[in-house]
């Protein structure tokens, strides 16, 4: 069965500093891979997705991720915390058994970004 | 293009009413789906609806029920609501069923049981 970990539930950074949230995922074949962010009273936007292509994907806002099999990870990266990115992020992976497409999130982890 | 959208944006019920949430999908897209976030937690997957079929399901009991429409709307119904059942519910639409396809989440539906 497929399932996701996120690391961190809370992770804090300085503007212009790098971001990391770390997510370990577990799956029995070559898994679909999803970030989500969540701002506040606001729906899930997708940041950026693996689906066996790349490794290393690149998504919105200046956000990158590498998907690595040998250690299960596909932890979540920006080179610099912008005020605006701070929200609650899920890691999600995509369980497409049995005709329908389901995805599991991680518990999220709230990014907060100090001046 | 319009995305997906949700109604009502909030609700307050009493222990054992029933509820009915409704969901656009963005244009183009057949297949719709449901999930439930409680406070704190990331979203469940409650059910799939793709072309006017339930196609999938997670572990929720049977009072979660849903239907689709032939322009692919949908609607969640929640019988017999427990105080567990306050949650924000989300509905979220793809292309198709396929495994990878993005889903695109509408801004969800905040429900108060009291």
């Known amino acids: 069965a497929q399932s996701v970990t996120q690391l961190d539930s809370h992770v804090s950074v300085s503007e212009g500093t790098p971001v990391l949230l770390r997510c370990n995922y577990s799956?029995?074949?070559?898994?679909?891979l999803f970030w989500y962010v969540q701002h506040p009273n606001k729906g899930l936007q997708l940041l950026l997705k693996?689906?066996?292509?790349?490794?290393l994907v690149k998504g919105i806002n200046g956000f990158e991720a590498e998907f690595k099999k040998s250690e299960t990870s596909f932890h979540l990266t920006k080179p610099s915390a912008h005020m605006s990115d701070a929200a609650e992020y899920f890691c999600v992976v995509s369980s497409g058994t049995g005709g329908y497409n389901k995805l599991i999130f991680g518990a999220g982890t709230r990014l907060a970004v100090h001046p | 293009e319009t995305g997906v959208t949700q109604s009502p944006t909030h609700l307050i019920k009493t222990r054992g009413q029933q509820v009915t949430l409704r969901c656009s999908s963005q244009?183009?897209?057949?297949?719709v789906s449901w999930y439930q976030q409680a406070l704190g937690q990331g979203p469940q997957f409650i059910f799939q609806y793709y072309r006017e079929e339930e196609n999938g399901r997670g572990n929720f009991p049977p009072r979660f029920s849903g239907l689709q429409f032939p322009n692919y709307s949908s609607e969640l119904n929640v019988n017999a609501l427990e105080l567990d059942d306050s949650a924000l519910y989300l509905c979220?639409?793809?292309?198709?069923?396929?495994?990878?396809?993005?889903?695109?989440f509408g801004p969800g539906t905040r429900l108060t049981v009291l």
């Open positions: 244009s183009g897209h057949n297949t």
């Open positions: 979220a639409s793809s292309l198709t069923p396929g495994d990878g396809n993005e889903q695109f």
């Open positions: 799956s029995s074949y070559s898994p679909s």
């Open positions: 693996y689906t066996s292509a790349a490794t």
